[in-house]
């Protein structure tokens, strides 16, 4: 069974950063082989596509989406099937429950977006609020 923890969220003031972390287990091979990424939901809204990035195989490219460009980045930890997601400069727009999937579908994750339903399992999610 597929299942990702993620951890680090928290209260913080606007401006403020804060670095998300995942886990993977129970994948077929290692998260190196599959698209990773970062999704969001705010109250009231559906969740949404944060930053995918390619498997490791295939060139690791990364795509944000513009709210995200130059203050959030999607990595790969070392540690085996972890994934990490550090946000800067953090706006209260920015307030939802965090989540990371990973995809070994092609269409996951490309240059010019993000389809979530090529996601399949979902972790419990961090919060995340921003607010003075």
């Known amino acids: 069974q597929v299942q990702f923890v993620e951890s680090g969220g928290g209260y913080v003031q606007p401006g403020g950063s804060l670095s998300l972390s995942c886990e993977a287990s129970?994948?077929?091979?290692?998260?190196?082989?599959?698209?990773i990424g970062w999704f969001r939901q705010a109250p009231g809204k559906e969740r949404e596509g944060v930053v995918c990035?390619?498997?490791?195989?295939?060139?690791?490219?990364?795509y944000y989406v513009d709210s995200a460009k130059g203050r959030f980045t999607i990595t790969r930890g070392n540690a085996k099937n972890t994934v990490y997601l550090q946000m800067n400069s953090l706006k209260p727009e920015d307030t939802a429950v965090y989540y990371c999937?990973?995809?070994?579908?092609?269409?996951?994750?490309?240059?010019?977006?993000?389809?979530?339903?090529?996601?399949?399992?979902w972790g419990q999610g961090t919060q995340v609020t921003v607010s003075s």
């Open positions: 999937a990973a995809t070994d579908s092609r269409y996951g994750c490309y240059s010019h977006g993000i389809s979530q339903s090529e996601f399949a399992s």
């Open positions: 129970g994948l077929t091979l290692d998260l190196d082989y599959y698209a």
């Open positions: 990035m390619y498997s490791r195989v295939s060139g690791g490219a990364t």
